[in-house]
C-alpha cells in the first residue's frame, strides 16, 4: 500500500520557521519527483516545491524561492520542507505529493503526481 504521511505543521508567528517531513513507503523511491503542494481556503492548489529522487534537481514557486528549502534522504524515504520567514500568505493544508520524474518540469506538475498525502495544516499568525 502506498502511504505518504505528512508531519510537522502547526501555527507560528510571522517570520517564524517550521519543518514539514513526508514519510513515504509502498513504491520504489529512487526514480520519482516528490514534493509539496498547498491549498489555502478559497484558492486553487499550487506547487510549492518538487525534488527529483534520482539527481536531486529541484523546483520552487516563485512565492517561495529564498525562503522554503527542499531537501531528501533517500536511506528514510522522507522528504522535508524548511520553511523560514513564513507569511500569512503561506496559510494553507500542505500535500506531499509523488509522480513521474518528468512533472517537475510540467507547467502543471499535479498532474504528474501519483500519490498525495493526506495533508498538514499550516498557519500563519500576524
Known amino acids: 500500500e502506498v502511504q505518504l504521511v505528512e508531519s510537522g505543521g502547526g501555527l507560528v508567528q510571522a517570520g517564524g520557521s517550521l519543518k514539514l517531513s513526508c514519510a513515504a513507503s509502498?513504491?520504489?523511491?529512487?526514480?520519482?519527483?516528490i514534493g509539496w503542494f498547498r491549498q489555502a481556503p478559497g484558492k486553487e492548489r499550487e506547487e510549492v516545491s518538487l525534488?527529483?529522487?534520482?539527481?536531486?534537481?529541484?523546483n520552487y514557486a516563485d512565492s517561495v524561492k529564498g525562503r522554503f528549502t527542499i531537501s531528501i534522504d533517500n536511506a528514510k524515504n522522507t522528504v522535508y520542507l524548511q520553511m523560514n520567514s513564513l507569511k500569512p500568505e503561506d496559510t494553507a493544508v500542505y500535500y506531499c505529493?509523488?509522480?513521474?520524474?518528468?512533472?517537475?518540469?510540467?507547467?502543471?506538475?499535479?498532474?504528474?503526481?501519483?500519490?498525495w498525502g493526506k495533508g498538514t495544516l499550516v498557519t500563519v499568525s500576524s
Open positions: 505529493a509523488a509522480g513521474t520524474r518528468a512533472a517537475i518540469v510540467l507547467v502543471n506538475p499535479a498532474s504528474g503526481m501519483h500519490y
Open positions: 509502498g513504491f520504489a523511491f529512487d526514480d520519482y519527483a
Open positions: 525534488i527529483s529522487t534520482s539527481n536531486g534537481y529541484t
